[in-house]
């Protein structure tokens, strides 16, 4: 009887649990490219005029954010959590991948600017 209570439990706990969900979203310049993690597949192209980029992300999810610019730049990415604190950050944009902390809801993404070297 305690194994059947127990196997039922486990099986409630299995069904009624969400899985993190992964977004990815590449910046190449002035093209955004957002594409299912899993497949790899690209599910819509956007070139960015403005001067940042926002990416909404449900709660619990993770942002798998690629910054592809080919050259040495930077880039500002401010990040908004739930509770209203915000993050910002400059990430380098040459070739690198950078993953939304948790708790991220907004993303901001500005367009790739010069790195200047400081003496």
Do not use: W
């Given at each position: ?16 649990s ?7 979203t ?69 070739n ?24």
């Amino acid at each position: 009887m305690k194994k059947i209570t127990l196997s039922i439990g486990l099986l409630a706990g299995i069904l009624t649990s969400s899985a993190q969900d992964t977004t990815c979203t590449m910046f190449d310049n002035k093209q955004v490219l957002e594409f299912d993690f899993k497949t790899s597949e690209i599910l819509y192209k956007v070139v960015n005029h403005s001067k940042y980029y926002e990416i909404n992300i449900k709660y619990g999810n993770v942002l798998c954010l690629h910054l592809y610019d080919g050259k040495s730049r930077i880039r500002k990415v401010i990040t908004t959590f739930f509770d209203g604190g915000i993050l910002e950050e400059v990430l380098d944009s040459k070739n690198n991948i950078y993953y939304s902390p948790q708790g991220a809801i907004k993303v901001s993404v500005s367009k790739p600017r010069f790195l200047i070297p400081c003496n």
